[in-house]
């Protein structure tokens, strides 16, 4: 078959400035560089729309460069080797790597991770079985220090990340986990997953709601251990509350002040953790690459005997791949948001 010589891709026109909008986005046609010695060439077949980009997306100094206009923003992506120049890397190999938002990627045999389809659908190399999935191991268990019997918190909790925490904390033994989310739909999904409580931080206070779930909790039971914040702002205030001494806190994410064009007000009671003795602690998935193949032992098991189930929200079409970034930072999604190409 004849090899392509050009792929649509997604680039950024401008920066957005609170929410972002379409008008941010250009769908282009881009040539392909020929391969060079030790590339291949990949066919996406699913690509990953996260929250961490919409801060990429910002002009500023962080942990990984802005995404520069009119170029191609990237992100995971999970597809086919149709051409190699690679050493181990060959036509019909299944590989994840960091060049999404576009059809096509040349990228260098060190950027790609062969992966074994035959195990789950190719999405859950983007979630579960990726760095979704290793972002929720990492941060419930290296980061928080979670340990059997503890009480769990979850903001976001509906998300990619915030479903798995929630069920990885029961399957190794928490005593009660609490997750929060934006929907009526999306708590019973919640409750489908096996959350032993959860509600929708629209219908009130977040405290006030995290004490009432609190108070459904098995007798003794006094406050949070761990939180793990997908969220920032008030959930945040309201789990510094409500945290028991040496209560360890993971902080992943902050999809409320993403888009915000105010500063934040919240957390206002922060000196609460001097006197509690609290652990908070931010982290990113890339520090804890080293902990991949421990994580993959625990959840292949779990994720075959249907004990952690994955929910994924799909988009198809490459066209599609800005709305659906849009609509994921305002929570349209249940799980993994993917676009699939074919």
Excluded at 246 to 251: E, W
Excluded at 303 to 329: C, P, S, W
């Amino acid at each position: 078959m004849s090899l392509p010589t050009s792929t649509k891709q997604f680039e950024l026109a401008s920066r957005p400035e609170g929410w972002p909008t379409l008008e941010n986005f250009r769908l282009a046609e881009a040539p392909l560089a020929e391969l060079g010695e030790g590339q291949v060439l990949v066919k996406n077949h699913a690509i990953s729309v996260d929250p961490y980009m919409r801060g990429r997306m910002n002009d500023v100094k962080s942990y990984v460069p802005p995404f520069q206009l009119d170029q191609p923003l990237e992100g995971g992506a999970v597809g086919e080797v149709i051409s190699s120049r690679a050493e181990g890397l060959i036509a019909g190999d299944i590989v994840v790597h960091g060049l999404g938002w576009r059809e096509y990627a040349v990228l260098d045999a060190g950027s790609v991770k062969k992966v074994d389809a035959s195990l789950a659908p190719e999405t859950a190399f983007l979630g579960a079985l990726g760095m979704t999935g290793l972002t929720a191991y990492a941060g419930l268990v290296k980061v928080a220090d979670f340990k059997a019997g503890d009480v769990v918190f979850v903001s976001g909790a509906a998300g990619a990340v915030g479903s798995l925490v929630g069920q990885i904390a029961k399957a190794m033994g928490a005593s009660w986990v609490i997750g929060s989310a934006g929907s009526a739909e999306k708590v019973a999904k919640l409750l489908e997953l096996g959350f032993d409580a959860a509600f929708n931080y629209h219908d009130g206070p977040v405290k006030d709601q995290l004490g009432a779930a609190l108070a459904e909790a098995p007798a003794g039971t006094t406050g949070i251990d761990v939180y793990f914040d997908n969220v920032g702002g008030e959930h945040l205030e309201a789990a510094i509350s409500t945290l028991n001494p040496f209560g360890r806190v993971a902080l992943c994410g902050a999809i409320s002040q993403y888009n915000s064009t105010e500063a934040p007000t919240a957390p206002r009671n922060l000196a609460l953790a001097i006197g509690k003795q609290l652990t908070l602690r931010g982290f990113i998935v890339g520090s804890y690459a080293q902990y991949a193949d421990e994580y993959a032992a625990l959840i292949a098991p779990w994720l075959a005997d249907g004990k952690i189930r994955y929910e994924e929200t799909v988009v198809h079409g490459i066209e599609n791949t800005a709305q659906a970034f849009i609509d994921m930072l305002g929570g349209a999604n249940t799980g993994k948001m993917v676009i699939t190409l074919d």
